[in-house]
């Protein structure tokens, strides 16, 4: 019995000993990651490597330019709008202080550089010749009489260089690149115009102010002349030529691709006017009932279709232009590596009036496909059959096999007439008996 009583108040003990003893805490935190011999938890401040000293990719595209080219109205499109002929005029910059107004007689240089001949020119004044950058090129000639600046201008253009003249220094500067102002007219599609044609000469650095509609540009004197050709050639133009846009990925509802021959009973075959077949898709001219609208309605009762990009582009009549997908983007996709390039000329095609064009689809793998069209003023482009997959560049993808880029292209003929004459009243829109009297001509 005593050791019943012993044995029981013994197990009292360690209860009241286990009592006592403080409960281990529960872990603070449910997640430990541990990397490189890191850890990492939902407290953890995030630690990230250290960047490169380079502009971010939201700043890198920004672009004043962007809401003007992929922007369209389709609500208020005309097939021809009418504007104003305007001069365009090219200013060079940094040309300095002018020169002393000396005269130049009977002077004769030959195969001398420019900074040699120009030496030999002013020798005897305090006119000291530098160059900024080495300059081979030689020239010869005679100067009978005139001006110094005349003569300092001309051997400079027989160098293709560029100078400049410092008159509190006494310096007279020579250069290879120059740089120049263009007064650009009022009207934003000409000006896109001209921007692009500068682009397609290879023209990257363009200061564009789009409040007082003048662009800044440097280069050498190929430059210089690649763009006075370009100005004359739009000063001299009668007509410019612009595409709207519409860029869409269609995914079919089943497995099956799009019945394209249904468009035909959909909407008549007298609204499908001509059918081009490419070395990938087919470009379809169609009549104006088919539009954005319509064919996105005919295109919705089979599969789900995507806007992926809008925009549009003009280019001087008889040159090219290009529409870049990704810049005009809704997000990133597959197809922002598409590029739509377009030439075309308006005028007499076997004695009737119509658009001849050439659409030409580029990646950066090269050309996908190419189709030329000719069309009347008002017809509007379907480029169909164009595989998704062509720009998959993965072994697999999550892409069905049937879906496909739709491009719709709709062609303006901007008519550029004499602003000074009384018959015109303002940037308008030919429509009715106008637009029929327009075509007649």
């Known amino acids: 019995m005593l050791k019943l009583f012993r044995y029981g108040i013994y197990l009292c003990a360690i209860f009241a000993i286990s009592g006592c003893v403080k409960k281990p805490e529960q872990p603070l935190y449910d997640n430990i990651t541990v990397i490189d011999e890191l850890v990492i938890d939902e407290n953890s401040v995030p630690i990230f490597p250290k960047k490169a000293a380079l502009t971010t990719d939201t700043a890198r595209r920004f672009s004043i330019e962007l809401p003007k080219r992929c922007e369209v109205d389709w609500n208020n499109q005309s097939v021809v709008s009418v504007v104003p002929s305007e001069k365009i005029e090219i200013v060079r910059l940094g040309a300095g202080d002018e020169l002393p107004e000396l005269q130049v007689s009977d002077y004769e240089f030959k195969d001398l550089t420019v900074k040699r001949a120009l030496d030999k020119l002013l020798d005897g004044t305090d006119i000291a010749v530098v160059e900024d950058e ?6 010869s000639g005679t100067i009978s009489s005139g001006a110094l600046s005349d003569a300092v201008e001309l051997m400079a253009k027989m160098g293709r260089a560029y100078y400049s003249y410092d008159a509190q220094t006494g310096e007279l500067h020579l250069s290879h690149n120059g740089k120049w102002l263009i007064k650009m007219p009022q009207d934003e599609t000409i000006i896109m115009a001209l921007l692009d044609a500068m682009h397609g000469a290879d023209m990257r650095n363009l200061l564009v102010d789009w409040q007082d509609k003048t662009v800044v540009f440097t280069g050498n004197y190929q430059t210089e002349r690649e ?7 739009i000063s001299g133009k009668k007509y410019m030529l612009a595409w709207d846009i519409d860029v869409y990925r269609v995914y079919p509802r089943t497995d099956n691709p799009i ?6 009973p959909a909407f008549g075959d007298k609204n499908v006017k001509m059918s081009i077949p490419g070395v990938v898709g087919r470009a379809l001219v169609v009549g104006p009932e088919i539009n954005t609208k319509t064919l996105q309605e005919f295109l919705g009762q089979q599969a789900n279709v995507v806007l992926i ?3 549009t582009f003009a280019i001087p009549n008889g040159w090219q232009s290009r529409f870049d997908i990704g810049q005009c983007g809704r997000e990133e996709r597959l197809e922002t590596d598409l590029i739509i390039g377009a030439t075309g000329t308006y005028g007499d095609f076997a004695g009737r ?6 659409i030409v689809l580029r990646t950066s793998n090269g050309e996908l496909s190419s189709f030329n069209i000719p069309s009347s003023v008002g017809d509007n482009y379907v ?35 004499d602003g000074t004459s009384g018959n015109f009243s303002g940037a308008n829109e030919l429509i009715g008996d106008a637009l029929r009297d327009f075509l007649s001509e």
């Open 134 to 139: 080495p300059l081979y090129e030689k020239i």
């Open 383 to 417: 480029i169909i059959g164009i595989p998704t997959h062509s720009f998959v560049t993965t072994p697999e993808t999550l892409v069905s096999p049937f879906a496909e880029l739709v491009v719709f292209m709709s062609p303006r003929i901007i008519s550029i007439v």
């Open 353 to 358: 009036n119509k658009i001849d064009a050439k």
């Open 309 to 311: 990009s809008q925009g």
């Open 259 to 264: 019945v394209w021959m249904n468009l035909l």
């Open 227 to 233: 763009v006075a050709r370009i100005i004359a050639d």
